[in-house]
């Protein structure tokens, strides 16, 4: 793997000369990468050609004055910032939180409290509202489209909540609306709504789909908000980019290389079910983050795989059995960081007990690494075909090195599959359907 990269991507751990019949034959490997050429030129000729603006994120700058004097102005005066969003609008921005801790089990908020509220639910948004001085509580409202209906009620609710405060008069410094640009002079809902209350705005670029948008203003203006190096995660990903701006082979492609690898599995082996496991809280959200991008972009047509999140060591404990004895149905990626030596120390006067001697002097860190490297090593040795991410340090420009990563992988996977990765018309019959059984309430 090109050592530029801020991760190292192993799956050696997937073939059958290393793991057993179980495992991946080489040649259908090296098949589905030959294929996956198709999409690594695909993308480097839309880069050219700047046909996908996903590619031009990783270089732009323009966009991050924007970002930051609206962050500014949501953090005057601030207490409590909620930022609405559903989806694309949301997790990306979940997993940039993490970075902060945000989110994770001892999270203590530094600064204002952030809440990311993207799941409608009744109670929790009523709590939610209810906890907070709304005198300082401000509000991002992010929707593509501007005609999403889970944030445009959050939206709406907050407004009620503050007029009933008595606040109304002071409405439009309480919120702030990201959203698409008008299309020929006329605004999308949300937008028009924004300017009709003078609402701050920025736009959501266009050309980017909400699943896809994480290294726009939908993520950097979060991550902005928390305090982050907004310019450090774009660079990540321009690492991972770069060899398919360069030109380099499908097996110097690191994406190039997870897509093929995914595909050959579910073609040779009948890997329907691929499961990602984090050993790091912090990246919780960023495997629910790439269970959507992957589930909306390739489950069309009959096709796809299935993601499943996991998180170690606890998942250990509640689906490893099932892995090792169960189905052998699954394509497993683990993600570990370099732990050893890092955390709480265990003072060895306290680990005098025989049942407890093996932790004396070992750090929180060490127990992680050990149980992540095991359950690698032991999935392996069950013939269950593991790929590794390991990561040095989890910071901005690793975690936009991932973003980039998962993405490119989707799309290539995407090409190779004769699927298109960037919509997603089977979910349109419910949201139809949704307002529709609005309407008729009364």
Known sequence: MPSSLPYEQR?????????????????????????????????????????????AVPERKDDLAAVRDIGAKLLDNTTDLFIFGIGGSSLGAQAIAQLTGWGTQAHIQKGPRVFIVDNLDAQTMQAALSATDLKTTRFLVVSKSGGTVEPAIQMLSAMSAIEKAGGGKYMKHHFAVLTEPSKNGKPNPMRAF??????????????????????????????????LDIEAFRAGALDVLKPVIDGKPAKDIAP?????????????????????????????????????????????????????????????????????AGPKDKMFTVFRQQTAG????????????????????????????????????????????????????LNERTLGALFMHFMLETIIAGKVLGVDPFDQPAVEEGKILAKQYLAEMK
């Open 11 to 55: 799956i050696d751990t997937c073939f059958d000369d290393k793991i057993g019949k179980d495992g991946l034959s080489r040649a259908a490997y090296e098949k589905a990468l030959g294929e996956a050429e198709a999409g690594v030129t695909w993308l480097k000729e839309a880069y050219e050609k700047k046909t996908l603006a996903l590619l």
């Open 194 to 227: 924004a300017e009709k209350h003078g609402f701050a705005t920025i736009e959501h670029d266009p050309g980017v789909g909400g699943r896809y948008a994480v290294l726009t203003s939908v993520g950097l203006l979060p991550a902005d908000i928390l305090g």
């Open 256 to 324: 190039a290389i997870g897509a093929a690898l995914s595909i050959a599995l579910q073609r040779e082996k009948g890997a329907d079910i691929s499961v990602l496991m984090a050993y790091a809280d912090r990246l919780d959200r960023f495997i629910a983050w790439h269970c959507q991008l992957w589930a909306e972009s390739l489950g069309k047509d009959g096709k796809g795989t299935t993601p499943v999140k996991a998180i170690g060591p606890v998942d250990q404990h509640s689906q490893l059995q099932l892995y090792l």
């Open 342 to 393: 890092e955390g709480p120390e265990v003072n060895p006067v306290f680990a005098d007990d025989a049942a407890f001697a093996g932790l004396a002097g070992k750090h929180i860190g060490d127990l992680v690494d050990a149980e992540a490297r095991a359950t690698i090593d032991t999935l392996a040795k069950n013939g269950r075909p593991v790929r590794t991410f390991t990561i040095p340090k």
